[in-house]
């Protein structure tokens, strides 16, 4: 009798779905059927990590934090917003957008104004985009870009102050990267180089120069080994014209 009384005390019988922002794109009860959790089951017997990934699955926009247990019979589903950071075009005339995860978050066309919006990033094209999918980061170029963007985010507050830095992105020959700041210098990551490091002391590099100065304005920073920079930001340094390494 009292195992079957506790067997009905944690029952699923409450689900709440928390959110850290305001959004039309955040449906609660979109979010609580695609969870696939069902009222009246054992809340002991909750698969979280296969409830999180349905979510995900189902809602690309949506970031679960975490699904919780407040016993006896509530459940509390976290979510927050990913924020799209870049798009990238497809083979089929399309643009990917992407979260700093590499995340493809929606396919648009050209038309649609979310694009104005995002760092572009040229050279490559996305094949056959699915929703809701990462790129395949055993790709070279994809993984450098996955670094740098990490270093983006690392080195900004969040995605709105990354794009405010960020202008675009290309990939040339080689998997180098150029990529253009806002205020107008370029960063040069090349493919011979590790990409995370070469990225971070381009940013801290680029950070050490006072607004005023023109290297923040125009030419290229980039790795070299022989720098004579100071090491703190490391092997890198700014270039009037393009460098011709990598």
């Keep these: 009798m009292i195992v079957a009384l506790n067997f009905t ?14 959004s039309s794109l955040i449906d609660e009860d979109f979010i609580l059927t695609s969870s696939g ?11 979280e990590e296969k409830a999180s990934s349905s979510i995900e699955s189902a809602n690309p926009y949506i970031q679960v934090i975490s699904i919780e247990r407040r016993f006896p019979w509530s459940l509390d589903i976290k979510v927050t917003l990913r924020s799209p950071l870049i798009s ?4 089929d ?3 990917a957008v992407l979260d700093h995860n590499l995340k493809i978050l929606e396919v648009c066309d050209g038309e649609n104004n979310l694009l104005t919006k995002l ?3 040229s050279g490559i094209l ?3 985009p699915t929703t809701g999918s990462v790129l395949n980061m055993t790709n070279s170029v994809n993984a450098s870009l996955g670094e740098i963007l990490a270093v983006l985010m690392s080195e900004t507050e969040d995605t709105q102050s990354a794009l405010s830095i960020i202008d675009s992105i290309e990939v040339r020959q080689k998997g180098d990267f150029f990529i253009k700041t806002t205020a107008g210098v370029i960063f040069c990551v090349f493919a011979s180089n590790g990409a995370t ?12 120069f006072s607004d005023a100065d023109v290297r923040r304005q125009e030419g290229y920073i980039y790795f070299n080994p022989q720098s004579t920079v100071d090491p703190n930001v490391g092997a890198v340094e700014w270039s009037e014209t393009p460098p011709v390494v990598g």
Excluded: M
């Design 197 to 208: 490091d070469q990225a971070l002391c381009a940013f801290r590099l680029y950070a050490s």
């Design 37 to 47: 959790i069902e009222y009246n089951k054992n809340i002991l017997f909750l698969d």
């Design 126 to 128: 996305v094949d056959e």
């Design 9 to 22: 005390l944690l029952t699923v019988k409450e689900i709440n779905v928390l959110a850290d922002v305001n």
């Design 93 to 95: 005339g399309k643009f």
């Design 88 to 91: 990238i075009p497809t083979k």
């Design 119 to 121: 760092i572009p990033l």
